[in-house]
């Protein structure tokens, strides 16, 4: 079925709603459709099998071949077509890309996430920062993380600074988003009643215990707090253990999105031990 082509010419409704999901998390929200620009997002919400509502694109210049075939095959209902500067003004990139793309938001249900012997999920609460959010989703994604899951009131899942720090990430890893820690607790029974035993490891820097010393090849759910306030109280009562990463010099703890990252490859270099 060929896409309906809407031919912007001015900052008219359709522009000024492609403008509004890109800068409003309100309207993200409220739509259930959000904003991406560049060739490896694209190329991986195609991928992944993501719903693509719309293409944007500018009309008076020359597409490049991946814009051409993407434009050809990638089923969108419709192609806005619109003046270079309007395209400018839309990227959020100083070199705008040459095609941006409104993708529907999947559903925030846990079954999304896959189950299986080697679980590995991790819980990231209340997060603040874009960056750090798009960072761990990052690392997810390239150390073996079955999938995430975002609690509490958090930095905005899709928006755009979030995105563009996943590099792509963010589609190839099923990501939540849930209330609180209440939700989840049917969840890990069913987990436990499944797997038979699932550790649930809360990470502080004022643990005992080390990372190194623990033994992270059962299936492991693990917690990260807020980058201010670290794990809740509630999280903490859930914790089976909780562990540390011993650091050195005078820095007195590391960036979530860091810490996060060194403890899914200590995990993955353990679990890689026993294959």
């Known amino acids: 079925m060929k896409p309906k082509v809407v031919r912007i010419y001015s900052e008219n409704n ?7 999901l890109r800068r409003k998390r309100e309207k993200r929200q409220k739509q259930k459709e959000f904003f991406i620009e560049g060739v490896r997002p694209i190329n991986q919400a195609i991928q992944y099998n993501w719903t693509i509502n719309a293409f944007v694109y500018a009309r008076d210049k020359e597409l490049s071949d991946w814009a051409k075939n993407i434009l050809a095959r990638a089923p969108a209902k419709t192609h806005f077509e619109v003046p270079l500067p309007l395209l400018e003004k839309l990227s959020n990139k100083a070199e705008p890309s040459e095609l941006l793309a409104l993708v529907a938001m999947p559903e925030d249900i846990l079954s999304r996430i896959p189950i299986g012997e080697d679980m590995l999920v991790v ?4 997060p603040a920062s874009p960056g750090n959010l798009g960072t761990i989703i990052r690392s997810c994604d390239a150390l073996k993380v079955a999938g995430m899951i975002i609690t509490g009131h958090a930095v ?23 209330p609180s820690h209440k939700e989840l607790l049917p969840w890990f029974e069913m987990m436990q009643t499944r797997l038979g035993a699932v550790q649930i490891v809360g990470s502080s820097e004022k643990a005992e215990k080390e990372i190194s010393a623990h033994d992270f090849t ?18 903490q009562e859930l914790c089976d ?23 899914l490859y200590e995990i993955d270099r353990q679990r890689r031990k026993i294959r």
């Not at 492991?220 to 809740?232: A, D, I, K, R």
């Not at 990463?245 to 590391?254: D, E, N, R, V």
Request: proline share 7%.
């Open 156 to 178: 905005d899942l899709y928006d755009p600074e979030t995105i563009s720090a996943t590099t792509g990430s963010l589609f190839a890893l099923p990501v939540i988003r849930m």
């Open 241 to 263: 253990v909780t562990v540390k990463i011993p650091i050195h010099g005078s820095a007195s703890s590391l960036n979530v999105a860091c810490a996060t990252s060194i403890m």
């Open 14 to 20: 359709d522009f000024q709603y492609i403008e509004t």
């Open 123 to 126: 819980v990231f609460d209340r």
């Open 218 to 235: 059962p299936p492991t759910v693990l917690l990260v707090g807020n980058e201010t306030w670290g794990l809740s109280a509630s999280y």
